[in-house]
Structure formats: structure tokens, C-alpha cells
């Protein structure tokens, strides 16, 4: 009896070093590969693009690569930090998936305060690892020649889904919307009162901006901010901004909708990636050809003062904060 009691700790002590099917790394990290593909592991300085998630281990997801339509690309770097997750990279090879634990208080200084919002003992990876383009003995030129032909099939691929997307989102949510010739789509949900707001004119507004999927990406409005953690920004004033009109210092969807609109009117604006954040997106809330959508409220229209000196254009792409 004796003997079998010792067989049986030895087995629970067995399980229990295997940490629930994860083995353990350099640096502590604990790892559990989901998937695993035939081929060769990924090696410095290999180009790869994964889709990661990463969350807490109360399952509290932090952030999503998938939210933003694509993969992160990166060059596999030559020297990885022991218990880093990208020392986890170099056990994978293309198709494969993972699960990657590292201990939340090794990965800030002693007497760090933790990041708001992070809670438990792990952060936990959720990573696929979606191409692999291996540096080889291959000539730059040659190598970085792949890797840009992968971004153009990649961007082409995104940019080739917008339109369903947006049909889909009109169908599910029965909007009836007025489509411009820029493809911007519209409704005027609470007539105003007076002229509309003319080129030159500030508009002082209210907005709320969401991914097709009705995720929060910006908002002037607090109450809205307060209802996604990851949003909120106790630091940040939150009231309405003031909005040059035709200047080009917004997204051009905003410069076109806000001429629809006039003092006290409310509208919802469905705006595709060419008269929104484009190719590059804004990450890392809004992805590369991303439509998005907000709720606009215009508050009051300020008329231009002939006397006032022409504000300096700053450069970089117009948004709307």
C-alpha cells in the first residue's frame, strides 16, 4: 500500500512539473505549443508576421492583432532576452500555435508599480505565427524584395474585404444611409436649426468613433470613454473639439460630413479607409484599410474671422485629435 502511495505522489508530482502541459523556458517562461506545423523553426533574422493575443490569466484581454485586421510583421532579432516572448518565436515555424506564460512581476523593475488594469500572476501570448520568410544566404535586396511583395499581397487582401464589411454592418444594423460620391455614407438622426456649416467655418462638436465590430477607438464623450477601460484616460479633458472645416486638418470623411450638418443636428457617419485613416491606419486602435463609424453632434458653428492670421498647416496625415 505503502509502495502504490509513493507511485501515485511521484505521478501528481510529475503532472504538476509539467504545469498543466506548458514546459518551462529560459527565464521562466512557461510555453505550450497548440500547433505544431512541419518545418523549419524560425531563426534570427527571418521576417515573420504573427497574429498575437495578449491577456491576462484571468482571461482580460489587454490587446488583439485580429482587431486590427492583420498580422504584426517584424525581423526576428539576433539576441533575444531569456523569459522575453520573443524567445518563444524561435521555437515555432510557420503555422504553428502557441500559448506563452511570463510572470507579470518579473517583467517590471523591483518596487514598479504594475500598469492599471493588470492583474494576476501571468500576461498571457495567444501567438500564430502566420508567415515565415527565412534570411537564409539570401542578398538584402533580395530578401527585402519578398518581404515587401508579402505586404502588397497582404494590403491587397484587406483592401479587398472593406466593402463587404461595411455592406455587412449597414445590413445587420438597418441603417438606411444617403451614399456620397467619395463613398462616404450618412444620416442625419436629429435635424438642427440654421445654415449648414461652410468651408472655412469651426465646428465645435461631439463624437464618438467605433470599428465596424463596435469597438471603442475615440470619443470627446466621458461617459462613453468610461465604458471601455482600455479607452478611458482619467489624465484627458473630455469635452468638444473644435474642428476647422475644408482645411484638411481632419480626415477628409469629417470635412465632407460636417458640411451636411448644421448647429444642434446629430449624424452618423460610416466612413471607408480612402476618406479615413487609409493603408497605414492608426494604429494600434484602428488598422490598415479599417471603415469606421461615429456619432457626431455638432454643438455650435464659429465663423471665421477675416481679421485673424491664417493658422500655420502642420504636416503628417489630418485626424481628428
Not at 62 to 76: A, C, D, F, K, N
Not at 132 to 146: E, L, S
Not at 261 to 273: C, D, H, L, Y
Not at 275 to 291: D, K, L, V
Request: charge should be positive; aromatic fraction near 8%; charged fraction near 25%.
Amino acid at each position: 500500500m505503502r509502495k502504490n502511495l509513493m507511485i501515485i505522489a511521484a505521478a501528481a508530482l510529475g503532472l504538476a512539473s509539467c504545469k498543466g502541459g506548458f514546459k518551462q523556458g529560459a527565464g521562466g517562461m512557461l510555453y505550450n505549443i497548440r500547433t505544431d506545423k512541419a518545418g523549419p523553426t524560425i531563426k534570427p533574422g527571418d521576417f515573420i508576421s504573427l497574429n498575437l493575443i495578449l491577456k491576462t490569466d484571468g482571461d482580460s484581454v489587454l490587446g488583439s492583432t485580429y482587431e486590427l485586421g492583420r498580422p504584426v510583421p517584424q525581423i526576428m532579432e539576433k539576441e533575444t532576452r531569456k523569459g522575453d516572448v520573443s524567445s518563444a518565436f524561435l521555437l515555432l515555424s510557420e503555422g504553428d500555435s502557441a500559448t506563452v506564460k511570463l510572470a507579470i512581476d518579473s517583467m517590471f523593475k523591483k518596487g514598479a508599480p504594475r500598469p492599471p488594469g493588470i492583474k494576476g500572476k501571468y500576461l498571457v501570448y495567444e501567438i500564430k505565427v502566420e508567415k515565415v520568410i527565412p534570411r537564409g544566404n539570401q542578398t538584402d535586396p533580395v530578401f527585402q524584395a519578398h518581404v515587401t511583395d508579402y505586404f502588397k499581397a497582404q494590403s491587397e487582401i484587406i483592401k479587398k474585404k472593406e466593402p463587404a464589411q461595411i455592406k455587412k454592418y449597414i445590413e445587420d444594423k438597418k441603417l438606411q444611409l444617403t451614399t456620397t460620391p467619395s463613398g462616404l455614407q450618412y444620416k442625419i438622426n436629429t435635424p438642427g436649426s440654421g445654415p449648414n456649416v461652410a468651408k472655412g467655418d469651426t465646428a465645435v462638436v461631439n463624437y464618438t468613433g467605433r470599428l465596424l465590430n463596435g469597438k471603442l477607438f475615440d470619443t470627446s464623450i466621458q461617459s462613453d470613454a468610461k465604458s471601455d477601460p482600455k479607452i478611458f484616460d482619467p489624465r484627458r479633458k473630455y469635452e468638444p473639439i473644435k474642428v476647422p472645416v475644408g482645411e484638411g486638418r481632419v480626415i477628409a470623411g469629417w470635412d465632407e460630413g460636417l458640411l451636411l450638418m448644421n448647429k444642434g443636428s446629430k449624424a452618423t457617419f460610416v466612413i471607408p479607409s480612402n476618406i479615413g485613416y487609409g493603408e497605414q491606419g492608426y494604429p494600434p486602435r484602428i488598422g490598415s484599410f479599417a471603415p469606421i463609424t461615429f456619432e457626431v453632434e455638432l454643438l455650435q458653428i464659429i465663423k471665421p474671422d477675416p481679421n485673424a492670421p491664417k493658422p500655420v498647416q502642420q504636416p503628417g496625415m489630418p485626424q481628428v485629435r
